[in-house]
Protein backbone atom coordinates (compact mmCIF):
# COMPACT_ATOMS: atom_id res chain seq x y z
CA UNK A 1 0.00 0.00 0.00
CA UNK A 2 1.52 3.69 -0.69
CA UNK A 3 2.03 6.08 1.58
CA UNK A 4 0.45 9.20 -0.20
CA UNK A 5 1.00 11.55 2.33
CA UNK A 6 4.68 10.32 2.71
CA UNK A 7 7.83 12.18 1.43
CA UNK A 8 7.17 10.79 -2.27
CA UNK A 9 3.65 11.81 -2.48
CA UNK A 10 5.09 14.73 -1.10
CA UNK A 11 7.27 15.69 -3.56
CA UNK A 12 5.16 14.13 -6.63
CA UNK A 13 2.57 16.97 -5.63
CA UNK A 14 4.93 19.40 -5.52
CA UNK A 15 6.28 18.42 -8.85
CA UNK A 16 2.81 19.08 -10.22
CA UNK A 17 1.83 21.94 -8.53
CA UNK A 18 5.64 23.89 -10.19
CA UNK A 19 4.49 22.42 -13.16
CA UNK A 20 0.98 23.50 -13.18
CA UNK A 21 2.31 27.00 -12.62
CA UNK A 22 4.95 26.84 -15.39
CA UNK A 23 2.53 25.94 -17.92
CA UNK A 24 0.03 28.75 -16.71
CA UNK A 25 2.55 31.56 -15.89
CA UNK A 26 3.94 31.05 -19.57
CA UNK A 27 0.17 31.51 -20.96
CA UNK A 28 -0.28 34.39 -18.99
CA UNK A 29 2.86 36.15 -19.87
CA UNK A 30 2.86 35.01 -23.81
CA UNK A 31 -0.64 34.71 -24.39
CA UNK A 32 -2.33 32.20 -26.77
CA UNK A 33 0.12 29.05 -27.58
CA UNK A 34 0.03 25.74 -29.51
CA UNK A 35 0.89 22.93 -27.07
CA UNK A 36 3.76 22.42 -28.79
CA UNK A 37 4.85 25.91 -28.35
CA UNK A 38 4.35 25.19 -24.41
CA UNK A 39 6.59 22.22 -25.03
CA UNK A 40 9.60 24.18 -26.10
CA UNK A 41 9.41 26.98 -23.65
CA UNK A 42 8.85 25.06 -20.35
CA UNK A 43 11.11 21.89 -21.57
CA UNK A 44 8.49 19.65 -20.52
CA UNK A 45 7.35 16.39 -22.74
CA UNK A 46 4.06 16.40 -24.86
CA UNK A 47 2.50 13.77 -22.58
CA UNK A 48 3.32 16.23 -19.60
CA UNK A 49 1.73 19.39 -21.24
CA UNK A 50 -1.23 17.75 -22.65
CA UNK A 51 -2.02 16.35 -19.48
CA UNK A 52 -1.26 19.77 -17.45
CA UNK A 53 -3.53 21.85 -19.97
CA UNK A 54 -6.15 19.25 -19.51
CA UNK A 55 -6.22 19.92 -15.58
CA UNK A 56 -6.13 23.88 -16.20
CA UNK A 57 -9.04 23.58 -18.84
CA UNK A 58 -11.03 20.98 -15.90
CA UNK A 59 -9.99 24.53 -13.40
CA UNK A 60 -11.92 26.69 -16.25
CA UNK A 61 -7.79 28.65 -16.23
CA UNK A 62 -7.07 27.85 -19.77
CA UNK A 63 -9.56 27.40 -23.03
CA UNK A 64 -7.94 25.35 -26.02
CA UNK A 65 -8.94 26.52 -30.01
CA UNK A 66 -8.05 24.97 -32.78
CA UNK A 67 -5.27 25.93 -34.84
CA UNK A 68 -5.34 26.48 -38.73
CA UNK A 69 -3.94 24.24 -41.05
CA UNK A 70 -0.65 25.21 -42.06
CA UNK A 71 -0.90 22.78 -45.14
CA UNK A 72 1.75 20.05 -43.44
CA UNK A 73 0.54 16.41 -42.52
CA UNK A 74 -1.03 15.62 -39.31
CA UNK A 75 -3.50 17.48 -36.86
CA UNK A 76 -2.45 20.70 -36.24
CA UNK A 77 -1.34 21.41 -32.26
CA UNK A 78 -4.61 23.60 -30.38
CA UNK A 79 -3.77 26.76 -28.84
CA UNK A 80 -4.04 27.57 -25.32
CA UNK A 81 -5.31 30.87 -24.22
CA UNK A 82 -5.62 32.17 -20.64
CA UNK A 83 -9.79 32.45 -19.92
CA UNK A 84 -9.56 36.12 -19.82
CA UNK A 85 -13.20 36.99 -19.08
CA UNK A 86 -14.21 34.10 -16.45
CA UNK A 87 -11.05 34.92 -14.67
CA UNK A 88 -10.27 38.49 -13.45
CA UNK A 89 -8.43 40.42 -10.50
CA UNK A 90 -9.52 43.84 -9.44
CA UNK A 91 -6.62 46.00 -9.98
CA UNK A 92 -6.75 49.76 -8.56
CA UNK A 93 -4.45 52.74 -7.95
CA UNK A 94 -4.43 55.86 -5.41
CA UNK A 95 -2.96 58.91 -6.63
CA UNK A 96 -2.84 62.41 -5.67
CA UNK A 97 -5.58 63.35 -7.60
CA UNK A 98 -7.43 60.28 -8.82
CA UNK A 99 -8.42 57.05 -7.70
CA UNK A 100 -8.86 54.08 -10.51
CA UNK A 101 -10.50 50.76 -10.69
CA UNK A 102 -9.84 47.83 -13.29
CA UNK A 103 -11.11 44.97 -13.85
CA UNK A 104 -7.67 42.42 -15.67
CA UNK A 105 -8.12 38.86 -16.94
CA UNK A 106 -5.93 36.00 -16.80
CA UNK A 107 -3.14 36.79 -19.36
CA UNK A 108 -3.23 40.63 -18.50
CA UNK A 109 -6.06 41.74 -20.39
CA UNK A 110 -7.45 45.50 -19.20
CA UNK A 111 -10.96 44.33 -19.73
CA UNK A 112 -12.59 46.97 -17.82
CA UNK A 113 -11.51 50.08 -15.94
CA UNK A 114 -13.17 53.33 -14.85
CA UNK A 115 -11.22 56.64 -12.62
CA UNK A 116 -12.27 59.29 -10.79
CA UNK A 117 -10.78 62.81 -10.61
CA UNK A 118 -10.56 64.14 -7.18
CA UNK A 119 -9.10 67.34 -5.42
CA UNK A 120 -5.46 68.14 -4.88
CA UNK A 121 -6.28 67.54 -1.08
CA UNK A 122 -5.63 65.59 1.59
CA UNK A 123 -8.72 63.31 1.51
CA UNK A 124 -9.22 60.97 4.61
CA UNK A 125 -7.94 57.22 3.59
CA UNK A 126 -11.81 55.92 4.76
CA UNK A 127 -12.78 58.53 1.67
CA UNK A 128 -10.64 57.24 -0.62
CA UNK A 129 -11.73 53.80 0.50
CA UNK A 130 -15.57 54.40 -0.20
CA UNK A 131 -14.22 55.99 -3.20
CA UNK A 132 -12.38 52.64 -4.37
CA UNK A 133 -14.96 50.37 -3.37
CA UNK A 134 -18.03 52.50 -5.05
CA UNK A 135 -16.03 51.73 -8.11
CA UNK A 136 -14.80 48.72 -7.81
CA UNK A 137 -18.96 47.89 -7.05
CA UNK A 138 -19.50 49.46 -10.57
CA UNK A 139 -16.51 47.03 -12.38
CA UNK A 140 -17.93 44.15 -10.89
CA UNK A 141 -21.73 44.55 -12.06
CA UNK A 142 -20.29 44.55 -15.52
CA UNK A 143 -18.47 41.75 -15.32
CA UNK A 144 -20.05 37.77 -17.00
CA UNK A 145 -22.13 36.60 -14.32
CA UNK A 146 -19.68 33.57 -14.48
CA UNK A 147 -16.72 35.81 -14.03
CA UNK A 148 -14.72 35.14 -10.73
CA UNK A 149 -12.36 37.31 -9.31
CA UNK A 150 -9.12 36.03 -7.82
CA UNK A 151 -7.90 38.81 -5.72
CA UNK A 152 -7.22 42.40 -5.54
CA UNK A 153 -4.07 44.75 -5.92
CA UNK A 154 -3.69 48.05 -5.23
CA UNK A 155 -0.71 50.42 -6.37
CA UNK A 156 -0.52 53.77 -4.28
CA UNK A 157 1.65 56.60 -4.08
CA UNK A 158 3.48 56.11 -0.94
CA UNK A 159 5.71 53.71 0.90
CA UNK A 160 3.56 50.40 1.72
CA UNK A 161 4.07 47.79 3.71
CA UNK A 162 3.77 44.60 1.67
CA UNK A 163 3.78 42.04 5.10
CA UNK A 164 0.56 43.87 6.10
CA UNK A 165 -0.60 46.24 3.35
CA UNK A 166 -0.14 49.43 5.64
CA UNK A 167 0.63 52.60 3.84
CA UNK A 168 3.71 54.40 6.48
CA UNK A 169 3.51 57.55 4.46
CA UNK A 170 2.59 58.74 1.57
CA UNK A 171 3.26 62.55 1.76
CA UNK A 172 1.41 64.21 -1.44
CA UNK A 173 -0.72 62.51 -0.44
CA UNK A 174 -1.20 63.29 3.64
CA UNK A 175 -1.41 59.16 4.72
CA UNK A 176 0.37 57.89 7.64
CA UNK A 177 -0.16 54.58 8.84
CA UNK A 178 -2.69 53.56 6.66
CA UNK A 179 -3.89 50.27 7.37
CA UNK A 180 -4.94 49.98 3.44
CA UNK A 181 -5.26 46.21 2.85
CA UNK A 182 -7.58 45.77 6.02
CA UNK A 183 -9.76 48.85 5.68
CA UNK A 184 -10.62 48.02 1.58
CA UNK A 185 -11.45 44.37 3.17
CA UNK A 186 -14.15 45.76 5.27
CA UNK A 187 -15.37 47.81 2.59
CA UNK A 188 -16.02 45.82 -0.42
CA UNK A 189 -17.15 42.57 1.46
CA UNK A 190 -15.31 40.47 -1.26
CA UNK A 191 -13.33 37.51 0.15
CA UNK A 192 -10.11 37.43 -1.56
CA UNK A 193 -6.35 38.29 -1.10
CA UNK A 194 -5.54 42.22 -1.19
CA UNK A 195 -2.06 42.88 -1.66
CA UNK A 196 -1.07 46.95 -2.19
CA UNK A 197 2.64 48.28 -2.92
CA UNK A 198 4.17 51.18 -4.26
CA UNK A 199 2.51 52.40 -7.72
CA UNK A 200 6.24 53.15 -8.79
CA UNK A 201 7.38 49.64 -8.37
CA UNK A 202 4.29 48.07 -9.95
CA UNK A 203 4.89 50.29 -12.86
CA UNK A 204 8.33 48.45 -13.23
CA UNK A 205 6.57 45.15 -12.77
CA UNK A 206 4.38 45.91 -15.84
CA UNK A 207 6.52 47.17 -18.26
CA UNK A 208 8.97 44.34 -17.38
CA UNK A 209 6.38 41.99 -18.13
CA UNK A 210 4.20 43.38 -20.49
CA UNK A 211 5.90 46.63 -21.49
CA UNK A 212 8.59 48.53 -23.04
CA UNK A 213 11.16 46.20 -20.96
CA UNK A 214 9.18 43.15 -21.56
CA UNK A 215 11.37 39.95 -20.73
CA UNK A 216 14.27 42.23 -19.60
CA UNK A 217 16.47 40.96 -16.17
CA UNK A 218 17.67 44.83 -15.60
CA UNK A 219 15.23 47.61 -15.69
CA UNK A 220 14.95 51.06 -13.81
CA UNK A 221 11.53 52.23 -14.16
CA UNK A 222 10.73 55.75 -13.51
CA UNK A 223 7.60 58.09 -12.87
CA UNK A 224 6.88 61.49 -12.58
CA UNK A 225 3.73 62.95 -11.44
CA UNK A 226 3.42 65.03 -8.63
CA UNK A 227 5.98 62.86 -6.96
CA UNK A 228 8.40 60.75 -8.43
CA UNK A 229 9.05 57.55 -7.61
CA UNK A 230 10.99 54.41 -9.33
CA UNK A 231 11.25 50.58 -9.37
CA UNK A 232 14.03 48.09 -9.74
CA UNK A 233 14.18 45.23 -11.52
CA UNK A 234 17.66 43.35 -10.63
CA UNK A 235 18.73 39.90 -12.01
CA UNK A 236 14.63 39.57 -13.28
CA UNK A 237 13.72 39.90 -9.62
CA UNK A 238 11.73 42.77 -8.26
CA UNK A 239 14.13 44.96 -5.77
CA UNK A 240 12.48 45.35 -2.51
CA UNK A 241 15.10 46.15 -0.13
CA UNK A 242 15.13 45.04 3.74
CA UNK A 243 11.97 46.62 4.60
CA UNK A 244 10.19 46.44 1.17
CA UNK A 245 10.92 50.65 0.44
CA UNK A 246 13.61 50.28 -2.04
CA UNK A 247 13.14 52.65 -5.24
CA UNK A 248 12.21 55.90 -3.49
CA UNK A 249 14.73 57.39 -5.60
CA UNK A 250 12.40 60.68 -5.82
CA UNK A 251 13.92 61.57 -2.43
CA UNK A 252 18.01 61.54 -3.39
CA UNK A 253 19.60 64.49 -3.32
CA UNK A 254 20.66 66.22 -6.28
CA UNK A 255 20.62 69.92 -5.71
CA UNK A 256 22.77 71.24 -2.56
CA UNK A 257 20.98 74.72 -3.09
CA UNK A 258 17.64 73.42 -4.00
CA UNK A 259 14.03 73.67 -2.85
CA UNK A 260 12.44 72.12 0.51
CA UNK A 261 10.49 69.20 -0.54
CA UNK A 262 7.28 67.59 0.45
CA UNK A 263 9.61 65.09 2.59
CA UNK A 264 11.06 67.57 4.70
CA UNK A 265 14.80 67.56 3.05
CA UNK A 266 16.34 69.93 0.96
CA UNK A 267 17.13 69.51 -2.62
CA UNK A 268 15.42 65.89 -3.65
CA UNK A 269 14.92 64.78 -7.00
CA UNK A 270 11.71 65.62 -7.08
CA UNK A 271 11.67 69.41 -6.46
CA UNK A 272 13.78 69.32 -9.84
CA UNK A 273 11.96 67.16 -12.02
CA UNK A 274 8.18 66.81 -10.83
CA UNK A 275 5.33 68.63 -12.12
CA UNK A 276 5.64 71.64 -9.96
CA UNK A 277 9.16 71.99 -11.35
CA UNK A 278 8.15 71.44 -14.61
CA UNK A 279 5.42 73.83 -14.29
CA UNK A 280 7.54 76.25 -12.69
CA UNK A 281 9.73 76.67 -15.63
CA UNK A 282 7.28 77.33 -17.66
CA UNK A 283 6.10 80.07 -15.50
CA UNK A 284 2.53 78.33 -14.74
CA UNK A 285 1.17 78.25 -11.33
CA UNK A 286 2.82 75.22 -10.03
CA UNK A 287 -0.39 74.38 -8.47
CA UNK A 288 -1.84 74.43 -11.63
CA UNK A 289 -2.85 70.46 -11.97
CA UNK A 290 -3.02 68.68 -14.98
CA UNK A 291 -4.79 71.37 -17.11
CA UNK A 292 -1.76 73.63 -16.61
CA UNK A 293 0.56 70.33 -17.89
CA UNK A 294 -1.64 70.19 -20.92
CA UNK A 295 -1.23 73.90 -21.77
CA UNK A 296 2.23 73.38 -21.09
CA UNK A 297 2.23 70.44 -23.50
CA UNK A 298 -0.04 72.10 -26.04
CA UNK A 299 2.60 74.87 -25.95
CA UNK A 300 6.03 72.54 -26.89
CA UNK A 301 4.03 70.53 -29.60
CA UNK A 302 3.70 74.49 -30.96
CA UNK A 303 7.41 75.04 -30.77
CA UNK A 304 6.95 77.77 -27.94
CA UNK A 305 10.92 78.33 -27.65
CA UNK A 306 10.51 79.70 -24.11
CA UNK A 307 8.35 76.02 -22.58
CA UNK A 308 11.23 74.34 -25.58
CA UNK A 309 13.80 76.23 -23.42
CA UNK A 310 12.34 74.74 -20.11
CA UNK A 311 11.81 71.00 -21.21
CA UNK A 312 16.03 71.30 -21.95
CA UNK A 313 16.35 72.44 -18.50
CA UNK A 314 13.93 69.54 -16.85
CA UNK A 315 15.76 66.88 -18.98
CA UNK A 316 19.10 68.41 -17.95
CA UNK A 317 17.85 67.06 -14.29
CA UNK A 318 16.22 64.29 -15.32
CA UNK A 319 19.66 63.14 -16.62
CA UNK A 320 21.26 63.89 -13.75
CA UNK A 321 19.39 61.85 -11.61
CA UNK A 322 19.50 59.04 -13.65
CA UNK A 323 23.12 59.29 -14.35
CA UNK A 324 23.89 58.08 -10.66
CA UNK A 325 21.37 55.70 -11.06
CA UNK A 326 22.87 53.75 -13.86
CA UNK A 327 26.35 53.56 -12.27
CA UNK A 328 25.31 52.08 -9.34
CA UNK A 329 22.51 50.01 -10.37
CA UNK A 330 23.79 48.83 -14.01
CA UNK A 331 20.48 48.89 -15.35
CA UNK A 332 19.86 47.37 -19.42
CA UNK A 333 17.25 49.70 -19.75
CA UNK A 334 15.53 52.79 -18.31
CA UNK A 335 11.72 53.38 -18.51
CA UNK A 336 10.52 56.53 -17.92
CA UNK A 337 6.79 56.58 -16.87
CA UNK A 338 3.43 59.07 -15.93
CA UNK A 339 4.66 62.78 -17.01
CA UNK A 340 8.18 61.61 -17.73
CA UNK A 341 6.63 59.64 -20.63
CA UNK A 342 4.43 62.72 -21.79
CA UNK A 343 7.40 64.96 -21.67
CA UNK A 344 10.44 62.16 -23.01
CA UNK A 345 10.11 63.41 -27.00
CA UNK A 346 11.22 67.02 -25.57
CA UNK A 347 13.84 66.20 -22.95
CA UNK A 348 15.45 63.07 -24.49
CA UNK A 349 18.45 64.92 -26.34
CA UNK A 350 19.20 66.55 -22.72
CA UNK A 351 19.01 63.40 -20.95
CA UNK A 352 21.42 61.51 -23.44
CA UNK A 353 23.50 64.63 -23.33
CA UNK A 354 23.85 63.93 -19.02
CA UNK A 355 24.18 60.49 -19.23
CA UNK A 356 27.33 60.94 -21.89
CA UNK A 357 29.31 63.19 -19.35
CA UNK A 358 28.14 61.70 -15.85
CA UNK A 359 27.74 57.86 -16.38
CA UNK A 360 30.69 55.38 -16.69
CA UNK A 361 31.91 54.84 -20.06
CA UNK A 362 32.01 50.94 -19.42
CA UNK A 363 28.46 51.30 -18.55
CA UNK A 364 26.54 53.86 -20.51
CA UNK A 365 27.03 52.11 -23.58
CA UNK A 366 24.67 49.34 -22.51
CA UNK A 367 21.75 51.32 -21.05
CA UNK A 368 19.02 52.42 -23.04
CA UNK A 369 16.33 54.88 -21.74
CA UNK A 370 12.91 54.55 -23.35
CA UNK A 371 9.32 55.73 -23.07
CA UNK A 372 6.72 53.56 -21.28
CA UNK A 373 5.01 51.19 -23.29
CA UNK A 374 2.03 50.71 -20.86
CA UNK A 375 1.39 54.29 -20.20
CA UNK A 376 -0.89 55.36 -17.28
CA UNK A 377 -2.29 51.89 -17.32
CA UNK A 378 1.30 50.72 -15.91
CA UNK A 379 0.75 50.72 -12.01
CA UNK A 380 -2.56 49.63 -13.05
CA UNK A 381 -1.26 46.48 -14.49
CA UNK A 382 1.09 46.12 -12.27
CA UNK A 383 -1.51 45.94 -9.06
CA UNK A 384 -2.95 43.38 -11.61
CA UNK A 385 0.01 41.25 -11.84
CA UNK A 386 0.74 41.57 -8.07
CA UNK A 387 -3.18 40.33 -7.39
CA UNK A 388 -2.75 36.91 -9.46
CA UNK A 389 0.69 35.78 -7.90
CA UNK A 390 -1.07 33.46 -5.43
CA UNK A 391 -2.98 31.59 -8.15
CA UNK A 392 -0.06 31.62 -10.82
CA UNK A 393 1.79 29.98 -7.67
CA UNK A 394 -0.97 27.53 -7.50
CA UNK A 395 -3.43 27.63 -10.06
CA UNK A 396 -4.65 24.34 -8.47
CA UNK A 397 -5.92 26.34 -5.90
CA UNK A 398 -8.22 28.22 -8.52
CA UNK A 399 -11.48 27.12 -6.96
CA UNK A 400 -10.28 27.49 -3.17
CA UNK A 401 -9.50 32.01 -4.64
CA UNK A 402 -12.55 32.26 -7.01
CA UNK A 403 -15.01 34.62 -5.78
CA UNK A 404 -18.43 35.17 -7.59
CA UNK A 405 -18.09 38.70 -9.05
CA UNK A 406 -21.52 39.84 -7.70
CA UNK A 407 -20.56 38.85 -4.36
CA UNK A 408 -19.52 42.69 -3.49
CA UNK A 409 -23.00 43.97 -4.63
Known sequence: MINRTGPDGL????????NLAAILNTVHLAGALSRSDLVLR?????????ALVGELAELDLVVETRSPSDGTPG??????????????VLAMEVLVDSVAVAAVGLGGSLLLSVRSDRPRAHL??????????????????????????????VAVAGLVRRTDNMVLVAPNIGWHDVPLGSLLGEAMHLDVPISASNDADLGALAESRRGAAAGLDDVLYVSGEVGVGGGVISGG??????????GEIGHIPVNTDGLLCKCGAMGCWETEIGEEALLRRCSKPPDGGRA????????????????L???????????????????????STVVLGGLLERIYPYVIESIHDELQVRVM??????????????????PLLGAAELAWEPILTDPAAANRWRVAANASQ
Open 124 to 153: PAHRTVQDLSDLARQITARLPADCGVFGVG
Open 292 to 307: AIQDVLEDAARGDRYV
Open 361 to 378: PAIREGVHVVPSALGVDA
Open 309 to 331: QAMKEQGRWIGIGLAGLVNVLDP
Open 237 to 246: RAMSGSGGFA
Open 42 to 50: TGLSRSAVG
Open 75 to 88: RPSPNVKAHATRNV
Open 11 to 18: RSELVRQS
